[in-house]
């Protein structure tokens, strides 16, 4: 019997937008915090892939994804993390983003 948990899991996703993206139409890249539940890392990360795919995003990469418990430890949630935990929190199948941080490509 596997001793893991599902919690909410939380991470800094980098994304890069698809062609057809009309999230980040206008942008070269962003990071995002997204929040789900998860059992483990992998199970996160499958999340995220599900939801970034449905966005016509992709993800280049994926800083620190970890229980959202763990992350409450050592900091103190800005108000919108803290908003949308709470909303995932109320459903199990919730995979949901914060704000998008993006840039632009430099003008040449």
Known sequence: MSDKKNEIWIGLVDVRPLPDSEILKDASGAYVN???????????????GELMDYLHLMVTGIENPEPLSNRGRTEEFDSEVAKVAQEVQQNPDAIMYCTFHSWAAPST
Do not use: C, F, I, N
């Not at 539940?37 to 995220?48: N, P």
């Open 34 to 48: 997204v929040l789900t539940w998860a059992v483990d890392a992998e199970e996160y990360r499958a999340k995220v």
